[in-house]
């Protein structure tokens, strides 16, 4: 490390004095400094709209494949509610067969009827459970359920109150839900 001597005098600044710039000068550097800042933006929008562009082109495409969408649902829907309908009433057709073919016996006794009515009975209760449509035929003594049976009357019965009598109509359930509730007496209140 070099130190300078206490009287020596101070170094000397070797660089020019920036030369004089001429108001032309002036000028034509500030014309260039605002072309280039003009070809930066030009660059920045041509950019900005091919991003729009391509932003909006997304936008028509996602909605067109939305539309689609929704409009395969409400096919695909329609399709499996008469395809639904189609297959219950396919099960059905067996029924009828049945009935038609009891129906075209002239000679039948009382007990070949009744032999073909509970036949045709068990053919239609086992296509509709097919089809979850299933009885609801309480016991006597069970509870009241409001949700699946309708009382007629109340009668005075040996039994809790509140609790089914009798079952005048049985009721069916369709997946689960009430399709028809059984239409009971209720036990009165002693």
């Not at 009287?7 to 600044?13: H, L, R, S």
């Not at 562009?53 to 409400?74: G, I, M, S, V």
């Not at 035929?137 to 049976?149: R, S």
């Amino acid at each position: 490390m070099s130190q300078t001597p206490p009287n020596a005098p101070p170094p000397q600044d070797n660089t020019a004095p920036p030369a004089p710039v001429s108001p032309e000068e002036a000028e034509a550097a500030r014309a260039a400094g605002e072309a280039e800042a003009q070809a930066s933006l030009q660059a920045e929008l041509a950019t900005l709209k091919a991003q729009n562009t391509d932003l909006a082109d997304q936008f028509l495409r996602a909605k067109a494949e939305a539309e689609n969408a929704r409009r395969r649902a409400e096919e695909e829907m329609s399709k499996a509610r008469k395809f639904a309908v189609e297959s219950f009433a396919e099960s059905l057709l067996a029924v009828a067969d049945s009935l038609e073919a009891g129906l075209a016996v002239q000679e039948a006794t009382r007990e070949q009827l009744r032999e073909g009515t509970e036949a045709t009975l068990k053919q239609l209760l086992s296509a509709l459970e097919r089809h979850k449509v299933v009885q609801i035929a309480p016991p006597a003594g069970t509870k009241f359920d409001p949700h699946q049976h309708q009382a007629i009357s109340m009668v005075p019965a040996e039994q809790e109150p509140n609790t089914v009598v009798t079952v005048l109509q049985k009721g069916y359930l369709i997946a689960e839900r009430v399709l028809r509730p059984a239409l009971v007496t209720v036990s009165a209140p002693k």
